[in-house]
């Protein structure tokens, strides 16, 4: 009768565990961001706990909303703190503080990502769309917060706290882009793409070739003008590192000349175009533009610019007006 009475009291107490559990996520993912440090380490060990105690199945199925809101609600409390704080001070630019919106996300050595993205990855990877499309939102959210806090002069960093996560999410996240999603698990993933390009482009240099062909197809999807839009953003934090602008170029030019598309696609290919290529093609000396890209392919470029600018689509020829407006400022050789 005492070991029943013992088994019994087990099963309550887990029973109670678990039903306080969300309870006690939202207090630690809310100590992530807490001004002491110990409080932060403190939040992440206990975390560190949690994913040890519930199976990646669990963390990934039950609590992949609850946490993806709460870090959310998190961030946008500090954001809601630090503008205040300037507010006080009277201050009226951002100052670079050398850590992040969150620091037991991003700038602390020892942080919260390790217990956090296994779940993302495996709702990402195995679960029904709406679970990866939570996924990838989540790990939009948790890549955007390890971003450090800097004045909008200053260069971008990449933050150290990626490189152990960044090949493993990029992968997953080309994985699941590739096959036959909904579009809005597409456009999260290249929401989440976007984030990491921004973010630790140079960590994912590896997957250049095949981010590159990604985006070039999802830019035309036919189907989707958010999966253009994010492919568009995502391709613009590509271009500098890729070894073969002009190839990216032609394809996006031959889109573009392409009459038998969609014209929002077409417009969809301009606005490619003039944000994600031209910026990268205003160097000091003149003649980088036809080196960068050939002389063939910067013509090209200048053709389709002009064709589409005369496109019965309104909003199609202003892109396109845009972007010869664009490319007629730039040097000539």
Partial sequence: ARLGATASTEDADEALLVASTP??????????????????????AALDAYATAYPVEVRASAHLEFVKVTVASVASEARFAKRSDRAASMTTTT????????PGLGSDAKNA????????????????PDDRETAADALADLIDLCAPVTAAASPPTTPSVLKKHAVKVAGALIRVVGDRFPAHVKAAVLRAL???????APLVKAFVPQLQATLLKHVKDAAS???RQR????????????????????????AGADETLDVEVRRSVAQALLTAVVPHLSPRDPSVPARILGAAALEQLV?????????DDAATAS???SLGDALARLPQA
């Fill in 23 to 44: 309870r006690l996520l939202k207090e630690l993912l809310g100590a992530l961001a807490d001004p002491a440090p110990a409080v932060r380490a403190a939040a992440v």
């Fill in 95 to 102: 100052t670079t503080t050398g850590g992040s919106l969150v």
């Fill in 113 to 128: 990502l390790d217990a956090l993205v296994p779940a993302d990855l495996h709702a990402l990877l195995k679960g029904p």
């Fill in 194 to 200: 976007g984030s990491m390009l921004k973010a630790a």
């Fill in 225 to 227: 003008p958010l999966v």
């Fill in 231 to 254: 492919a568009a953003a995502a391709l613009g934090s590509l271009v500098p590192l890729s070894p073969r602008l002009d190839a990216l170029v032609l394809d996006l030019v031959a």
């Fill in 303 to 311: 053709d389709v610019a002009q064709i589409l600018a005369s496109a």
């Fill in 319 to 321: 892109a396109a007006s």
